[in-house]
Structure formats: C-alpha cells, structure tokens
C-alpha cells in the first residue's frame, strides 16, 4: 500500500484551528473594549457623587448644617463603597487584560485619585460632622514581590465586613509610578515594603494580623464599638 | 499562575487541531456499501483461555453460533496453563461438537501472545482471528467482515467492541468510553492509523500474520505491537462500527487501573520501540499525527490535570482556608456580606471561552460517535453519562500519573 498524504487536510485544519482561536481572541477584544467602557461609565457617575459630596459638606461647613450630617455621612459611605467596588473590580480585569492593559492602566489613575480624594474628604467630615470613624490606607503591590498581599487584603475585608461604616479602607497599588500623590505619600511616611497599613498617621510595615490591627484601630475610637470589647 | 497561563493555550491549540482534523477526516470519508460476501474461506478461530471456567462455554457457544458453513470454521482452543477446570470444559465441548473441527492446545502458561503463536503453527485458515474466552461475537460478524479483505493491502478487520452486562457506574463508564474510542478508530481507519488491534474477534489474513512473523510480546500489548508491525509493513487496517463483539471489563476500580496502566504503558513503549517510523513521509499520517499523538497525549492530559487541580482546585482551597485561619474561621461574617452584585463582564472570558469551545466539540464528537454506532446517547442512564462527563478524563489522569511512575521507577531498563 502507498499512502496517500493528505496535505490540504492538514492545512484546512489548521486554518480552522487558527480561525477558532482567532475569533475567540476577537471575543476576547470585544469584551475587554466593554469592561473599559463599563468602568468609564461608572466612573463618570463617581465623579458626580464626589463634587456633589464636596459641596454638601461645604455647604455643611459654612452654614453649620450639622443636622443634614447624617444623611450626607449615609451618602458619603455608599459613595465610598461604590468606589472600591470599581477599584477592586479594575484591579481583576487589568490582571486579566490581554489586550486593553494600557486603557486600563490610565483608568486605575483616575481611581487611586478618587480614593486618595475621598481619603481626604473622610478626614475633614471627622471635623465637621464629628464622626467616629477610622481610616486606613493599605499599600499593595501587584507584582510576585508580595507574597502577602492575598491575606492582607483578606483580612482588611473581613474587619471592613465587621466595622462597616466605622472603618474606611483604601487600597492603593504602590507601584503605580505614574502618579506623583504615590510617591509622595510613600515618602511621608517612609513606605518601602508590601504590604503596609496606614492607620491614620500609625504605620505598619509588613504582613499585619487581624489582632494587631485591631488593638490599634480599636483604641482609635472615642465610643463604645461592640466589636472592640475584647481590644480594648 | 504564569505556567498555567501559558501551557493552557498551546495545548487548546494543539487539541482544537487534532479534533478539526479529525472531524474534516470524518466527514471527508463517506460510509462505503455494504459489501456481501460471495465465498466462504477457511477461517481459523482461536480461544485463548487460562482460568476462565465459568466464562469460556459462553464464548464457544457464540464461535459456534456463528452464521457460517460448519465446514469453514477451524477452531483452536488454547488452554494456557489454567490451573481450574478450563481444560475439562473444553474437552466436554469438544466432544459435545464433534460435528465441528475443535483442537485444543494445553501448554504451560507462557502468556496470550504464545498461545496464539501456538495457534498460527496449526492454523489451517486463510483468515485467522482470537476471541478473548470473555467475549461473544455476533452471528453475522464474519459474513460481513471477510468482504473487505478483497482489498490485497488489507491485513486485518476489526470489529466494534462493547462491554458485556455493563452493571455499577464504572463499566457504564466504560461503555460511553469505548463508544467515542471506536469512533475515533473508525477515524483512524479511514486515516489508515489504526494503532491497535484488540484482541476480540480481529480478523487477520493469516499468510501476512506469518510472513512478518507471527505475534510478539510487545510490553503485554500484542494486539497493539502486531498493529505497528501491520503498519511498518504498509498494510491496511479496517475499523468496523456495524459489527459487536461483546466483552467483560473490569468491575473494580484497581482491576481498572491494572488494565488501562497495561494498555497505554504498551502504547507508548510500543511507539517508542517504533520510533524509527516517526515523522516519515512513507508512514503518512501514522507516523506524522498518529504516533506522536499516541506518545505525548496521555502525558499531557495529565499535566494538565494536574494543573488545573493544582491552580483552580487545590491552591484556592488552600488559599482560602490559610486566609479563614487568620481570622478565625469567622465564615458567618462573609456569608452574611456576600455581594450578589454579579456582573457579566467580570467573568474570566479567556477561561470561558476555552471551556466553550472544548465542550461544544466533546459534546460533537460524542453526539457523532454514538450516532454511529447507533447508540442512545443515554443508553447506560443519566447518572453514568454525567460521571463520565465529569470524571473520566481525572481517572485517566490518575492511570497516567501511575504509568509516568511506573516508567520512571521500574522500566527505565527496557527502554
């Protein structure tokens, strides 16, 4: 028997094969354009809330409103919550970008300045509207570097789960190198290694368990919290 | 996930080529007529039995049954040694049919591969196939398998092989399993790629058996080695899905894995004995597709078990439960704020899309494989088929990973 060799087989095969995963990598594309598109629209919103929010507490401020304080605190903490529901959201799909990595990237800056913001904006509702409540600026790293971060992030969930509105929580990706306000606050408080706390001006190099965070954040609060019994 | 992330998509590739060229080769290659027999050879039958008392009349009894002249059947039983009755029951046969031309060979136990050497010594046929003492073949199987041996190039005809009595979810298991395996032979047949040839009821030409020199050993695979040597040789090897012959398969697991490790450990050592036919253009699609295939697939299908168990099974469980520990195993907490706040776009698309395409050419290549050989696709029950679906390929994973250990630890000599 001679045997026939079929190369046009062979060939069609692999165009298909390459036809598949082309359109599957087309796909791809058109999802990752959607996710961009989704997180501009979200973050257009934000900014809204964020300039409205501004301005209550001014106005709050300059004509000693202190009684609308609870409803803008109501505001401001779904405000808050919303934001690093996007952040985190952005996080997961700039890991898992193929193709729109750098819309991506640039969209992560818009959203390390709406936390820093917002950061801010927490410290002076302290003031004007008296609030109990604590802040915590977690650095994170997303390169192999921090082994950590997982359970860092992990834990700063969980007591975000506990504390609700008493515990503001912002993550920032420390090496993202394209805004300056990074830098700067990693200078100010001597940040060189991942993951670290920022518990209001206290700071915590390296991996934090659950009970250490708590033994500070507790002791930051002027009323009682059920939760910091056993802390305090 | 950097080794995952690489490996997955360049075995997706090579898996979505091997299945698209399958499937061009299938639907390349139109089912040809049905052929009627117009002379009935000689055809030698051979039995090969050790200690199969209580299965080798059943076997007998189908040899007999079958639908051709008495005058052309030359049956040899070959009694390897048996320590039980075997050899009682075949001598009460014998006499029982004496209207039929029965041997029986006793020999000590040398193994299958010498009994049907022994066979071949006294074979008087001018076509010469075994049946397993555990197997029963159709009437009709030799009325409609000898026509295709006009072709002067064919060596062997095979027939499609289901398992007998299927009771418990492992031999229903292996029902659905041999389904999409004959499929896939039926492919290779038209490719001329044919790898192996089974033990029940292959029909060989007898004189081509004995000019390339009769059965060997091959690593406990002779029907796989004999399948190589047909190929070397250039002859043709003709897969059948009209013709059952039924077969007992193992009931328990272990009986499982001793027969799978045996059979893909002899895939690979024979390809590797082979390996000079590799990548030859004389081979064609045998040695270019076929044999690289039959070395590598089982090795990679368990690394990627392996893998995904590790990366999207294991590490997350892990992962989870160290990071529960660091707060106490405070679960209620994140049960009582689990966000339902689902979103589409934040499903990882690039998995998904793999998995889809994987699954809509499974889900293919199975509607196909039992469409022809005109099973139902729920024939062995709902529970086996999702058993199947879900479970087979990490029962082969774990076959495989005791094969490389195997292959590592013990046979490194032979090779």
Sequence with gaps: MVREFNKKRYIIAALLTLFVFVLGLMLGLVIEGKRVQYIQSINRIEKLDYNSLQLQYAYIEQLSQERNCDAVSKTFENSVKSLIETSERLENYEQNANLNKEDLHALKREYILAQLNYWLLAKRTKKICNRDLVTILYFYSTDKECPDCGEQAFILTYLKNEFKDKLLIFALDSTYTDEPMIGMLKDQYEISGYPTLVIEDKVFESFTSKDEILKTVCSLYKEDIDYCMDYN | MAIINIILPVVYMITLFYTIFWLITFLDNKEEKKKVIKEFPLVSIVVPAYNEEDVILETLDSVIGLDYPKNKLDIIIVNDGSTDSTKGVAEKFIDEHNDYDIKLINQDNQGKWVALNSALKIAKGEFFTCLDADSSVEKAALKKMLPYFTDNNVAAVL????????????????????????FYKKIMSHLNCVHVTPGPFGVYRKDVIDKIGGFRQGHNTEDMEIAFRLQKYQYKIIQLLDVDVHTYSPKNLKDFYFQRNRWNKGSILNVWDYRKMMFKKEYGDFGILQMPMVLCAGFIAMTIIILVLFYNILKPLFNG???????????????????????????????????????????????????????????????????????????LGAIWLGITKDLIFKNVKKW
């Design chain 2, 321 to 395: 439960i160290y990071n529960l520990s660091l707060v106490d195993f405070d679960i209620f907490s994140f049960i009582a704020n689990i966000n339902l706040n689902l979103n589409l776009l934040d499903f990882n698309y690039y998995k998904l899309i793999i998995i889809a395409v994987m699954i809509t050419l499974s889900l293919t290549v199975f509607t196909l494989a039992h469409k022809h050989t005109k099973q139902k696709l729920t024939s062995q029950g709902i529970a086996p088929l999702l058993v199947f679906i879900l479970f087979y390929y990490l029962l």
């Design chain 2, 159 to 182: 027939p499609l092989i289901k398992i007998k009595n299927p009771k418990g979810i492992l031999q229903k298991i292996q029902c659905y399993e041999y389904i999409v395996n004959f």
